[in-house]
C-alpha cells in the first residue's frame, strides 16, 4: 500500500523575507537577520512557534541547512528556544537589547507642511464630505436615517444562509452577472409592487447603490459633460459625478420635485439627471406626474438618461406606493436603481440596476473592471427571502411600524413643544424636517446637539448652490417609541440653553 504523501506544515504565518543569492551577505545571515527583525516588530509573537526549517526552506527556495544555521543563531542570541519534538518558539522575554528596537505600529503621520498633492477630483470629494462617511458600527441613535436592525429576522436569515451553503452548488463559486434567482426574484417584485417594466435579463446586481449610481454615470457620462442633480440632494451621487469627471449641474428641487424648466435653462444638452422622483431626499417631497413627464420628455428630445433612485419606495403611509417613472419611459432613457440597504439592513451591501437590453454588455464590462460582483451567497439567500415571501412580510411589518415611530416622534414634540422647531407629518420615507426659524444656523445647532449624543444633520449640508430655510434631519425608523421621547426631551434642552 503506497505511503500518503507527508502534507505541509499547517500553522505559523510565513515572514515576508526574501533571501537573495546574488547578494554578498550569505543566506543564512540574510534569513536570521529577516526572522529576527519579524520577532522585534511583533510578527511573531511571544511564545509563537515559528514555521518549521523544512517550511520555510521550501517557501524560500533555499537548502534546508541553511535554515538550520539561521535558527542556530537566532536560538544562540536569546530570540528563540527548541522543544525537542515540538518545535522552535519565540522566546516568552526577550533579552533586554532586543528591545531597544522600536516595535511596529501606525504609520507615522508626515509633517504638516509636507507636500502630498492629491487630485483635484480628490481635494473636491474632500470638500463635498468632509466629515468620514461611515458611522458608528452597530451603534443606532437619535436621529440617524437608518432602519430598525433590531427587528430584521435575524434567525431566519442565519437559516437561509446555511441552506444555500448547503445546497447551492458551483454557481456560488464562480463568477457571474448575478445570481440567476436573485435576478428572476427582482424582476418579478418590481413588476408587481413597482411598475417596472423588466425581465431578469435587465437585472444588474451591484455591491450597494452608491456602486450602481457610480456604474451608471461611468458608462452613460463622458469626462467633461454636464449631468443635472437634484439641490439639495444626495452628496454621494454629486461625488459619483465630480469622482467621474463630469460637471454637476444643480437643479432646485421644489413641492413637485426637480424643476425640469429650470434643468432645461441651465443646461438643455446635459448628458444625464439623478433624480429621487418617489421620495426626495433629503425634502421628501415626491414629483409630480406632469414633471416626470416634462423629464421624459427632455430626456428623448435631448437623447440623454435618467437614473431613478428609487430608494426608499417601500415605506409609503398614505395610499400605494407610486409606480415608477421607468414604468411611464418609452424610450428606454431610465437607468431604474433600487437598494435593499434601507428595507433589509445597510451591511447587505446588495442593490440593483435596472438597464435596457442593448446597454447590459457596457454595464457589465465596466462593472468587472471595478469589482467583478458581490458576493453570490447572501444574493442566493436573498432570492430565497424574496420568493419565499418573507421580504413581503418584513416590508408590510416594517411600514407599520415606521407609521407609529413617525407619529411617536411628532406626538413627542406637541407634546411639550421644542422651541423654535417645527415638525410636519410626511406620507413616505424615514425621516422628517425638523425646521428652525429663518435666522437659525442649522450647522451650529446640529453640533450642539451631536454633542449631546443627537445626530440630527443639518438640511444645509445637502444643498449644492441654494440658500435653504434652516433645518434638521430626524431620522425615526432606527429607534423605538421610548427612544424618541428621551432624544426630544435631550433636544429641548439642547434649544433651549443655546437659545438664552
Not at 137 to 148: K, L
Not at 245 to 262: F, H, N, Y
Not at 330 to 352: C, E, H, N
Request: charged share 25%; proline share 7%.
Amino acid at each position: 500500500m503506497a505511503a500518503k504523501p507527508k502534507a505541509a506544515d499547517a500553522g505559523p504565518f510565513m515572514p515576508a523575507i526574501i533571501v537573495d543569492p546574488q547578494a554578498g551577505t550569505p543566506q543564512f545571515r540574510q534569513l536570521y537577520e529577516g526572522l529576527a527583525r519579524a520577532i522585534r516588530e511583533g510578527q511573531f509573537a511571544p511564545g509563537s512557534r515559528l514555521p518549521s526549517t523544512r517550511a520555510i526552506a521550501e517557501h524560500l527556495g533555499v537548502a534546508r541547512n541553511t535554515a538550520h544555521l539561521a535558527f542556530e543563531q537566532l536560538i544562540a542570541e536569546g530570540y528563540v528556544e527548541g522543544r525537542i519534538g515540538a518545535g522552535t518558539y519565540v522566546a516568552s522575554q526577550l533579552p533586554e537589547h532586543l528591545l531597544q528596537v522600536e516595535p511596529r505600529g501606525p504609520i507615522a503621520q508626515p509633517a504638516v507642511n509636507s507636500a502630498r498633492p492629491l487630485s483635484r477630483r480628490t481635494a473636491k470629494l474632500l470638500s463635498i464630505y468632509p466629515r468620514e462617511p461611515w458611522g458608528d458600527a452597530g451603534r443606532t441613535r437619535a436621529f440617524r436615517v437608518t432602519p430598525a436592525l433590531d427587528q430584521f429576522p435575524h434567525a431566519l436569515w442565519q437559516r437561509l444562509l446555511v441552506r444555500c451553503w448547503r445546497e447551492g452548488g458551483a454557481e456560488l463559486l464562480d463568477y457571474g452577472w448575478g445570481h440567476s434567482g436573485l435576478r428572476q426574484a427582482i424582476a418579478e417584485y418590481l413588476g408587481t409592487a413597482r411598475g417596472v417594466r423588466c425581465t431578469a435579463d435587465n437585472v444588474v446586481v451591484v455591491a450597494g447603490a452608491q456602486q450602481g449610481i457610480d456604474l451608471a454615470i461611468r458608462v452613460l457620462v463622458e469626462e467633461g459633460q454636464r449631468a443635472w442633480i437634484e439641490d439639495p440632494g444626495y452628496p454621494t451621487a454629486y461625488g459619483a459625478l465630480v469622482s467621474a469627471g463630469a460637471e454637476p449641474v444643480a437643479v432646485p428641487v421644489d413641492e413637485e420635485g426637480l424643476d425640469v424648466k429650470r434643468g432645461i435653462r441651465a443646461a438643455a444638452k446635459a448628458r444625464l439627471a439623478y433624480v429621487t422622483p418617489s421620495h426626495q431626499f433629503p425634502m421628501g417631497v415626491t414629483m409630480s406626474l406632469r414633471r416626470r413627464l416634462e423629464l421624459l420628455d427632455w430626456a428623448k428630445t435631448a437623447r440623454a438618461w435618467i437614473i431613478e433612485d428609487d430608494y426608499s419606495s417601500e415605506y409609503r403611509y398614505a395610499g400605494r406606493p407610486l409606480a415608477a417613472l421607468q414604468g411611464l419611459d418609452r424610450d428606454q432613457r431610465v437607468i431604474y436603481l433600487g437598494t435593499f440597504s434601507k428595507v433589509m439592513f445597510p451591511a447587505l451591501r446588495l442593490a440593483y440596476l435596472i438597464v435596457p437590453r442593448d446597454l447590459i454588455h457596457a454595464f457589465l464590462v465596466t462593472r468587472f473592471f471595478a469589482s467583478r460582483h458581490p458576493p453570490r451567497l447572501e444574493q442566493a439567500a436573498l432570492a430565497r427571502f424574496i420568493s419565499e415571501g418573507h421580504f413581503a412580510r418584513h416590508v408590510r411589518r416594517m411600514r407599520a411600524l415606521y407609521a407609529r415611530r413617525q407619529q411617536a416622534l411628532i406626538a413627542a414634540v406637541e407634546r411639550d413643544p421644542i422651541p423654535d422647531i417645527r415638525i410636519d407629518a410626511a406620507p413616505a420615507g424615514l425621516h422628517l424636517l425638523g425646521r428652525l426659524p429663518r435666522e437659525a444656523d442649522d450647522r451650529q445647532i446640529s453640533s450642539e446637539l451631536a454633542k449631546a449624543g443627537i445626530d440630527a444633520r443639518p438640511l444645509s449640508e445637502f444643498a449644492i448652490r441654494r440658500k435653504l430655510p434652516p433645518a434638521l434631519i430626524l431620522g425615526y425608523a432606527g429607534i423605538n417609541e421610548r427612544a424618541i421621547r428621551e432624544a426630544v426631551r435631550r433636544m429641548r434642552r439642547v434649544l433651549r440653553d443655546s437659545s438664552t
